[in-house]
């Protein structure tokens, strides 16, 4: 052990007692361990989980997928309110009276603008996950939310809905960007048992931030022709929360070793995550990585085609990522207020009933964060998206006869949120650290770029092309949605590996021998 690492230890402020004896630890290196080294050591082997870990997961995940979820639903509830300002601001400068398609055609633009920002950011991450890092990407993300603030504040004040658009714009690169760096970053800082738990908890705070722009747009709170404006602008939030947070935390060791070549600040990190010293396993582990790392050429976007062991993933990552968001769960959720209406309640009665459903998302994706590592990847996709078929088939039968029947309304309903709660056991988290397990460190960052700018892609195709489609076909668009359901479902059957407790030298052979087959 060298002298400098020694003095390192020994000035470093000490959190607590356990410390005081990792410490002495590195000093008597050659001293046999004491008990109580040993004793905190089976402790955090035995757990993975600790303090530390918990509160690096927190200011990656807190500070970016909010922004991810927050945006997303943010527009809905004061969507009546911007749509008549944008009226108004449109009439004072024409002199015209404005007419009603010309509002939804600017309001539309402003809503769907916010996925073709996720496709630009999407398609960045590679770039500025191997230029900045993975915490350093994600910190460097958070310029875009602060000028997104500076953009939708000032909007009405400046009477300029162009202002709005712009801002939606930056904070889907935003949103694109952290869907790609932050899930890359919880699975490199994860020990192998809990990386699916860690990874699901991307998906859990969007389904919380979702919920959260529901009641904070609710009319009683900020809701309202004055403060909406307010409404938009407490995307920054989050933001503050992970500027001031993630700083304390390491950049993923799996980064500073594989692709920067830094053992000794990739091992200070990883012991700094699992709170002991005791990470020769994982550094041996990161260390025969990165030795074949070296032997092999860096994986440029053409080689993701062309090489078979890295086609396969990424062909099965793309589909992943078209069969979370062609799964049918924006439709379900923008047609859920209207299913409730149907079911004759009132419009107060809707809304709440709308964030009962939201807080049946969270609840079952929290669910789905244990039993992701017991049950595995695999058999939540199937259990989710063969669930989803049928409750989807029934939902259409209903929704015909949901005007003339009471009984069919209600079983909408029923329907809806079964509908959610299968979403939540696996399609809504799995697809976004699925890709992170699939790929080695020098393929993760560009085949992330591509299945997320995917995602992204097909979220754009929902959000412009189920409007349409519904105004054709009615409640029969859902059947569109459970063919594709049906198709994707044999896929993962199929295609799809289970990747639990699994090394990612493990899943890249696994691969390597379908190549060959």
Excluded at 154 to 181: C, D, H, P, Q, T
Aim: charged share 15%.
């Amino acid at each position: 052990m060298e002298l400098k690492t020694i003095q390192t230890s020994l000035v470093t402020p000490m959190t607590d007692v356990r410390d005081y004896f990792i410490r002495l630890d590195v000093i008597y290196i050659g001293v046999k361990r004491s008990t109580p080294i040993d004793l905190f050591g089976s402790i955090n082997s035995s757990l993975g989980l600790n303090g530390r870990l918990a509160f690096a997961i927190a200011a990656a995940a807190l500070g970016s997928s909010f922004q991810h979820g927050y945006n997303t639903g943010v527009v809905n509830a004061p969507q009546q309110l911007i749509e008549d300002w944008i009226k108004d601001l449109k009439t004072n400068r024409t002199g015209v009276p404005t007419e009603k398609t010309e509002v939804t055609l600017i309001w539309s633009l402003a809503v769907s603008i916010f996925c073709v920002g996720g496709m630009i950011g999407g398609s960045l991450v590679g770039w500025v996950a191997d230029r900045f890092g993975r915490k350093g990407g994600l910190l460097l993300n958070n310029i875009l939310v602060l000028l997104t603030v500076i953009f939708e504040g000032s909007a009405k004040a400046a009477k300029s809905y162009e202002m709005i658009i712009v801002g939606r714009f930056l904070i889907g690169i935003n949103s694109g960007l952290n869907a790609g760096l932050a899930p890359m970053y919880l699975a490199e800082i994860s020990p192998v048992h809990l990386r699916g738990a860690v990874g699901t908890v991307y998906q859990l705070v969007i389904t919380i931030s979702i919920l959260v722009s529901q009641i904070l747009g609710l009319e009683q709170i900020l809701g309202t022709a004055e403060q909406w404006p307010l409404l938009l602008c407490l995307t920054i939030v989050p933001a503050i929360f992970q500027m001031c947070t993630l700083p304390f935390c390491p950049e993923s060791p799996k980064y500073l070793l594989l692709s920067r070549g830094k053992d000794m600040d990739a091992q200070r990190g990883l012991s700094w995550l699992r709170g002991t010293i005791e990470v020769h396993d994982e550094m041996e582990e990161m260390r025969a990585e990165y030795e074949s790392v070296k032997l092999v050429p860096k994986v440029t976007l053409r080689e993701l085609f062309v090489n078979p062991t890295l086609r396969i993933p990424l062909f099965i990552s793309i589909m992943i990522m078209f069969a979370q968001q062609l799964s049918g769960i924006n439709a379900v959720m923008f047609f859920s207020t209207k299913i409730f209406r149907m079911a004759q309640l009132d419009k107060n009665a809707a809304q709440n009933a709308t964030m009962g459903v939201g807080a049946m998302n969270v609840l079952m994706t929290i669910i789905s964060l244990v039993l992701v590592e017991k049950a595995g990847r695999k058999t939540l996709l199937l259990v989710g998206f063969s669930g989803m078929f049928v409750d989807t088939v029934l939902l259409a039968i209903c929704l015909v006869f949901a005007e003339t029947s009471q009984a069919a309304a209600y079983f909408s309903i029923v329907l809806v949120i079964m509908f959610v709660v299968l979403f939540a056991t696996g399609p809504g988290s799995i697809p976004w650290f699925l890709v992170s397990e699939l790929f080695s460190q020098s393929a993760r960052p560009s085949a992330t770029s591509i299945a997320i700018a995917v995602n992204w892609t097909a979220n754009f195709i929902v959000s412009i092309g189920f409007l349409p489609l519904q105004e054709v076909l009615g409640a029969y668009v859902f059947i569109i949605f459970a063919v594709l359901q049906l198709f994707f479902t044999i896929f993962i059957y199929k295609k799809v590996p289970e990747t639990k407790n699994k090394t990612i030298e493990e899943i890249s052979s696994m691969f390597r021998q379908r190549s060959y087959e």
